[in-house]
């Protein structure tokens, strides 16, 4: 790589600009998700009742459960749950 | 030491043990570049832009043990990007016919120009944090020189010398990190 001008390094810091904060701060927080999809198709697994609430519906089952269900990929989810 | 001043390969490695603050770090460090090819090297619109940038860092998070080399993170990121920008506009291409790699500017080009940006925002690491917020606030976030010194308590009339003085140390940082190469004799 060469050495830049001043105006080249402009527009360098320029072509990167900041993804949108709500965007960064949901893919901050997938660990926090992936454990919590964990923890509900492991209690569906071990507990046949809450796992047809699940399956009859699904967003009504994880908020009866104390789940929010916005923070939660439900496709990814009822895939896992059909498996 | 702390998270942001850790090289790639041993923030990837504190991710795959569970570190949850080094995968914020990771997210951090890496989520101009990914927003960058969504949005300038393939120009998806932005809720396009936003499934495929949750998506890469989704399967970034699942997938970051089969990393071969830590230290080829963003390489890696880059074509993750790459790819599912490219399968989003060919999933929304039945009414436009739309060749990714002959859009104007070509995608080779923006994608050389991004890792250049991506080099030269590690070399702003090594300005002195006011430099850093000064540059990022005028040229990244496009903010005029009164917001930046209300945000700063700064003078406003002296943002200009400011942005020049910190350029030029940017310029030396910069060279420093890329050296150019010796006439062979």
Same mark, same amino acid.
């Given at each position: ?70 923070? !939660? ?11 | ?95 436009? !016919? ?55 308590? !700064? ?7 400011? !942005? ?22």
């Amino acid at each position: 790589m060469t050495a830049y001008d001043e105006q080249r390094l402009a527009e360098l810091i320029k072509a990167l600009p900041p993804a949108p904060q709500a965007w960064v701060e949901a893919a901050q927080e997938l660990p926090l998700v992936r454990g919590q999809l964990d923890d509900i198709v492991a209690r569906a697994e071990a507990d046949l009742a809450f796992r047809d609430a699940l399956i009859a519906n699904l967003e009504d089952a994880l908020r009866l459960e104390g789940y929010k269900p916005e923070t !939660i990929p439900l496709d990814e989810l009822r895939r896992r749950l059909e498996h | 030491m702390q998270l942001t001043s850790l090289p790639d390969a041993q923030l990837v490695a504190r991710c795959r043990s569970g570190d949850e603050d080094a995968w914020r770090e990771l997210v951090s460090r890496f989520s101009r570049y990914v927003y960058a090819i969504c949005c300038q090297a393939y120009r998806l619109r932005q809720e396009d832009a936003e499934e495929v940038f949750q998506e890469v860092f989704s399967r970034a998070y699942q997938h970051l043990g089969k990393l071969r080399d830590d230290e080829a993170i963003r390489p890696w990121l880059g074509q993750l990007t790459r790819r599912l920008c490219i399968d989003r506009l060919r999933a929304g291409s039945r009414e436009e !016919i739309v060749d990714p790699e002959t859009m104007p500017g070509g995608v080779d080009d923006k994608m050389e120009t991004l890792d250049e940006a991506f080099a030269v925002h590690e070399a702003m690491a090594e300005l002195s944090e006011n430099c850093r917020e000064i540059l990022d606030r005028f040229f990244a976030r496009d903010e005029s020189y009164q917001t930046i010194g209300a945000a700063l308590d !700064i003078p406003s009339g002296t943002i200009a010398s400011r !942005i020049s003085r910190c350029l030029s140390r940017l310029r030396e940082a910069f060279a420093g990190r890329n050296p150019e190469p010796r006439p062979s004799s």
